[in-house]
């Protein structure tokens, strides 16, 4: 007998508290200096919660723009917010909160510039991709041209071209917990008007749901609180592409509110994963290896296959 929505969403968030109990305790409760300790608990805390919101975000993309082939970093919101955030250095010196504004600003300048193009194209998913990689390659060239001059000003400043926790700073908390109660207000209001619009517009509109609000209002969350994510912890690409593809394949349905809170804890092990790995494990041979590199290797792939795969199915 197959298990109702409430019964799966326990189980779902059973599995998770389950894993942070194990994280806790093989990763956490074994460290002795009190300020190691306190370092430790926000580099977890931030892995966790920045791969969750990405993960999220990656449902909200593509199941308001029905494109399983999109992300936060094929559209480009992550480059064009990394542009930004190196911008306001070099404007405003830094800061705490401006950064983020400025990413945010950034994020969804490049997020709507893609859509623009790929809907004068065609509005295809390869469209989507192809006006995507054409953004994303503009930004993160000015991104890098900039992290030479920002560097300067902040010497951590070639961290966010790759993404890394490294700089797991309690003054982040606030500006983390954003993005995460963004998320979770779209999941609450966006869920279902999402499952309609996967469906159809004219549905949509049948059951009661406005499709274009419903499809601004879900691009802007996800557009949002990525780009927040990024100008706190830099690149973090595939893991928005990589995770609803999971839970899709775990779950065995396309049922957003089953869907978002499993592609949140998917996301949150992929991120937590690759920065683990590279703390214990290639640390001990080459340093610490930034997780947004981890993170790329892995996505890279899974995007290539699953582009294939979409490829195959039209031509068939």
Same mark, same amino acid.
């Given at each position: 007998m197959?298990?109702?929505?409430?019964?799966?969403?326990?189980?779902?968030?059973?599995?998770?508290?389950?894993?942070?109990?194990?994280?806790?305790?093989?990763?956490?409760a074994?460290?002795?200096?009190?300020?190691?300790?306190?370092?430790?608990?926000?580099?977890?805390?931030?892995? +966790?919660?920045?791969?969750g919101?990405?993960?999220?975000?990656?449902?909200?993309?593509?199941?308001?723009?029905?494109?399983?082939?999109v992300?936060?970093?094929?559209?480009?919101?992550?480059?064009?917010?990394?542009?930004?955030?190196?911008? *306001?250095?070099l404007?405003?010196?830094?800061?705490?909160a401006?950064?983020?504004?400025?990413?945010?600003?950034?994020?969804?300048?490049?997020?709507?510039?893609t859509?623009?193009?790929a809907?004068?194209?065609?509005?295809?998913?390869?469209s989507?991709?192809?006006?995507?990689?054409?953004?994303?390659?503009?930004?993160?060239?000015?991104?890098?041209?900039?992290?030479?001059?920002?560097?300067?000003?902040?010497?951590?400043?070639?961290?966010?071209l790759?993404?890394?926790?490294?700089?797991?700073?309690?003054?982040?908390?606030?500006?983390?917990?954003?993005?995460?109660?963004?998320?979770?207000?779209?999941?609450?209001?966006?869920?279902?008007? +999402?499952?309609?619009?996967?469906? /159809?517009?004219?549905?949509?509109?049948?059951?009661?749901?406005?499709?274009?609000?419903?499809r601004?209002? *879900?691009?802007?969350? /996800?557009?949002?609180?990525?780009?927040?994510?990024?100008?706190?912890? /830099?690149?973090?690409?595939?893991? /928005?592409?990589?995770?609803?593809?999971?839970?899709?394949?775990? =779950?065995?349905?396309?049922?957003?509110r089953?869907?978002?809170?499993?592609?949140?804890?998917?996301?949150?092990?992929?991120?937590? *994963?690759?920065?683990?790995l *590279?703390?214990?494990?290639?640390?001990?041979?080459?340093?610490?290896v930034?997780?947004?590199?981890?993170?790329?290797?892995?996505?890279?792939?899974?995007? =290539?296959?699953?582009? +294939?795969?979409?490829?195959?199915?039209?031509?068939?």
């Open positions: 197959s298990l109702t929505k409430p019964s799966l969403l326990i189980t779902i968030l059973v599995f998770y508290l389950l894993i942070l109990s194990f994280i806790y305790a093989l990763d956490y074994s460290i002795q200096p009190e300020v190691l300790r306190e370092y430790r608990a926000y580099r977890i805390a931030y892995a +966790l919660i920045a791969g919101i990405l993960g999220a975000c990656g449902v909200f993309l593509q199941s308001s723009l029905r494109n399983p082939l992300d936060h970093y094929v559209l480009g919101i992550g480059s064009g917010a990394l542009f930004a955030f190196y911008l *306001s250095y404007v405003f010196r830094g800061g705490v401006l950064p983020s504004i400025m990413s945010i600003a950034g994020g969804l300048l490049s997020l709507f510039l859509i623009g193009v809907e004068r194209i065609s509005g295809s998913d390869v989507y991709v192809l006006s995507g990689l054409a953004i994303n390659s503009l930004f993160s060239g000015f991104s890098m041209m900039l992290s030479y001059i920002v560097v300067k000003v902040n010497p951590y400043a070639s961290f966010y790759v993404g890394s926790f490294v700089l797991a700073t309690k003054d982040k908390l606030p500006l983390l917990i954003l993005p995460l109660a963004l998320v979770v207000t779209g999941y609450i209001f966006l869920a279902k008007p +999402l499952n309609a619009i996967m469906i /159809g517009d004219l549905h949509a509109k049948q059951v009661g749901y406005d499709p274009r609000l419903t601004l209002a *879900s691009v802007i969350v /996800g557009g949002v609180a990525s780009s927040i994510v990024v100008s706190l912890f /830099g690149l973090l690409g595939f893991i /928005g592409l990589v995770s609803p593809h999971i839970s899709r394949l775990l =779950l065995r349905t396309g049922d957003n089953l869907v978002i809170p499993a592609s949140f804890a998917i996301g949150s092990m992929v991120v937590y *994963s690759t920065d683990l *590279s703390r214990k494990l290639l640390a001990s041979f080459v340093g610490e930034p997780a947004g590199a981890i993170a790329s290797m892995i996505g890279a792939p899974f995007f =290539l296959i699953v582009l +294939l795969t979409r490829l195959k199915g039209r031509a068939s």
